[in-house]
């Protein structure tokens, strides 16, 4: 199989940890090179037994995370996967991204925000929405306010154990998504502070899309399923 790839003489700060290296999981169409990312590559010669990607995320740091490549691996979550169609599903040559339908964020079940175009994205840590939406989730939140950069929500620590549920709901499910609590608190916003961050942040710009990353996908095991064009969800355990 004919893959190309690119070597790299420097990296910029964000890239400072012990990395192997970086593989995106996004359609052709936004590859920098023009080539036909390595997933889709194997996929269209038939190398793999199913066309899917999968990950499980442990999230906080800890070891056992999975990328399972044209599997799903079924000890990995509880219940039946449920599959949302992508936004813009009509093949490779103009999909960009894995994104589907939110019918809005929610605060212990119900819905507190206008509808989304939701991105979900394994190289992303936290989730980001509009500002707006943004604020309107942590209205809900006692305490809840800004941090200096204008991106970050902080709350009161002391109040973390009683904040209500944050999740999503996608076009066509009547089920909620939550987040666990623990993926939700960061924690304290600096040493011996009193103020946690939240997973969630403004992302900036007012333009209805919610990169939704592993803060979200640590609390459910994410199929990405090119066969179907479809984003499925189950329960991680």
Same mark, same amino acid.
């Given at each position: 199989?004919?893959?190309? %790839?690119? *070597?790299?003489?420097?990296?910029?700060?964000?890239?400072?940890?012990?990395?192997?290296?970086?593989?995106?999981?996004?359609?052709?169409?936004?590859?920098?090179?023009?080539?036909?990312?390595?997933?889709?590559?194997?996929?269209?010669?038939?190398?793999? =037994?199913?066309?899917?990607?999968?990950?499980?995320?442990?999230?906080?740091?800890?070891?056992?995370?999975?990328?399972?490549?044209?599997?799903?691996?079924? +000890?990995?979550?509880?219940?039946?996967?449920?599959?949302?169609?992508?936004?813009?599903?009509?093949?490779?040559?103009?999909?960009?991204?894995?994104?589907?339908? /939110?019918?809005?964020?929610?605060?212990?079940?119900?819905?507190? +925000?206008?509808?989304?175009?939701?991105?979900?994205?394994?190289? +992303?840590?936290?989730?980001?929405?509009?500002?707006?939406?943004?604020?309107?989730?942590?209205?809900?939140?006692?305490?809840?306010?800004?941090?200096?950069?204008?991106? %970050?929500?902080?709350?009161?620590?002391?109040?973390? =154990?009683?904040?209500?549920?944050?999740?999503? +709901?996608?076009?066509?499910?009547?089920?909620?998504?939550?987040?666990?609590?623990?993926?939700?608190?960061?924690?304290? *916003?600096?040493?011996? /502070?009193?103020?946690?961050?939240?997973?969630?942040?403004?992302?900036?710009?007012?333009?209805?899309?919610?990169?939704?990353?592993?803060?979200?996908?640590?609390?459910?095991?994410?199929?990405?399923?090119?066969?179907?064009?479809?984003?499925?969800?189950?329960?991680?355990?």
């Amino acid at each position: 199989m004919y893959q190309p %790839f690119a *070597v790299i003489t420097s990296a910029s700060e964000n890239f400072d940890g012990p990395f192997s290296g970086l593989m995106g999981l996004a359609f052709e169409s936004i590859a920098q090179t023009k080539a036909t990312p390595w997933f889709f590559n194997l996929a269209n010669q038939g190398y793999l =037994a199913s066309n899917v990607f999968s990950f499980y995320l442990t999230g906080q740091g800890a070891e056992g995370s999975e990328l399972c490549i044209g599997c799903i691996d079924s +000890t990995k979550f509880a219940g039946q996967p449920e599959y949302f169609p992508l936004y813009a599903g009509t093949g490779n040559a103009t999909q960009a991204v894995w994104d589907i339908i /939110s019918d809005g964020v929610t605060y212990n079940n119900a819905v507190v +925000t206008p509808p989304l175009i939701a991105i979900i994205d394994s190289g +992303t840590s936290f989730i980001y929405l509009p500002p707006s939406r943004a604020a309107a989730l942590y209205a809900n939140i006692p305490g809840a306010q800004l941090y200096i950069n204008n991106r %970050f929500y902080v709350f009161p620590c002391a109040s973390a =154990a009683t904040i209500g549920q944050v999740g999503f +709901t996608f076009r066509g499910s009547s089920n909620v998504f939550n987040i666990q609590p623990s993926q939700f608190n960061l924690g304290p *916003v600096d040493t011996g /502070s009193d103020m946690c961050a939240g997973a969630i942040l403004s992302s900036g710009s007012e333009d209805d899309i919610a990169l939704v990353g592993d803060a979200f996908m640590s609390s459910w095991y994410s199929i990405f399923d090119y066969g179907n064009m479809r984003v499925g969800f189950a329960q991680a355990v």
